[in-house]
């Protein structure tokens, strides 16, 4: 009788368990599972997808790498674990889209490709990733052409772009940045619109070099074409840089410091010499006294 009793008690606590953890598996429909990123993941795409996490997700899913995610059920996991590498990227996108249980949807937060930029991010820290291009036969990739001024009248960098025999490219995708010293700064991500041009407001206090030179890059997609722009404008603020450890050494101050400060810093010197030399003869004495 009581040895029945422990069975059912058993049976029952492997039941329960074995529901928990049917609801722990996150099924993705195969269709999902499989697909493939819109974006050609690199440096840009990771840098972007960096900025949404830092912002979005860390809170919950700590620092990549270091397992300090939040302790919750069921748990967030480290982004960088075998959990999240495992994964094919269709089902990342899905799960990041859809959300479950205290994992928030994204789906309206965030475009397809700021989501792609997240996988793309979430993949930076798996060495032996190599991303899977879809199958690009029979479709036509555009060859696309990168056309940058700036307009100081409305302070806006005019991106243009068109195919390599000038045709107008409308809705293309464009991201602009600033390459200053500590890394790249967005300056935002546009469509164009049906003349294939993209605003992008630069502020005109933003330091550049000694003549507001500021260095620019800016990328485009549309249909897996690509095309990248690295140069200079004259946008910024004219500034001239010193060097960022000029002048706050104490040794250097001594040409500026008043000769009062610098009498009295010695003073000080030779007064605490004074004080070591007096108590090592202090010792001394004492030893011979005893
Ligand atoms: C409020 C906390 C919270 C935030 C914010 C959050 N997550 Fe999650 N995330 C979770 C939890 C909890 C789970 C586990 C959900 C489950 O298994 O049902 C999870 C699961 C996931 C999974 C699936 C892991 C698996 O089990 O396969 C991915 C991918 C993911 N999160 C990515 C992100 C990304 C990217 C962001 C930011 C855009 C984000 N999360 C923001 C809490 C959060």
């Given at each position: 009788m009581k040895n029945s009793k422990v069975v059912w008690t058993i049976l029952l606590f492997a039941c329960c368990s074995a529901i928990a953890m049917a609801q722990e598996k996150w099924l993705v429909p195969e269709a999902n599972n499989d697909m493939l990123s819109i974006l050609i993941f690199d440096e840009d795409t990771q840098l972007e997808g960096k900025l949404i996490y830092t912002r979005?997700?860390?809170?919950?899913?700590?620092?990549?790498?270091?397992?300090d995610f939040t302790i919750m059920s069921p748990s967030p996991g480290d982004v960088a674990s075998d959990l999240y590498q495992d994964q094919t990227d269709g089902s990342l996108f899905y799960k990041i889209q859809k959300g479950r249980g205290p994992m928030p949807s994204f789906e309206n937060a965030f475009s397809e490709e700021e989501i792609w930029s997240l996988v793309s991010y979430i993949r930076?820290?798996?060495?032996?990733y190599q991303q899977k291009l879809p199958n690009l036969e029979g479709i036509e990739i555009p060859n696309l052409t990168l056309h940058i001024s700036y307009d100081e009248n409305i302070d806006k960098l005019v991106v243009k772009v068109t195919s390599d025999s000038l045709e107008v490219m409308a809705d293309a995708s464009v991201k602009a940045y600033i390459q200053g010293m500590f890394g790249k700064y967005p300056l935002g991500s546009e469509m164009t619109n049906e003349l294939g041009i993209a605003y992008f407001h630069i502020d005109s206090k933003i330091p550049g070099d000694t003549e507001g030179y500021l260095d620019i890059l800016v990328k485009t997609y549309k249909d897996y074409g690509t095309a990248k722009y690295a140069g200079k404008i004259q946008a910024g603020n004219p500034t001239i840089r010193?060097?960022?450890?000029?002048?706050?050494h104490l040794w250097s101050a001594a040409k500026k410091a008043p000769i009062w400060m610098i009498i009295i810093f010695n003073m000080m010197g030779i007064g605490i010499w004074g004080v070591i030399i007096y108590v090592i003869f202090g010792l001394r004495k004492f030893k011979k006294l005893s």
């Open positions: 979005s997700c860390r809170s919950c899913h700590g620092d990549p790498t270091k397992k930076s820290f798996n060495p032996e010193k060097s960022a450890i000029e002048g706050r």
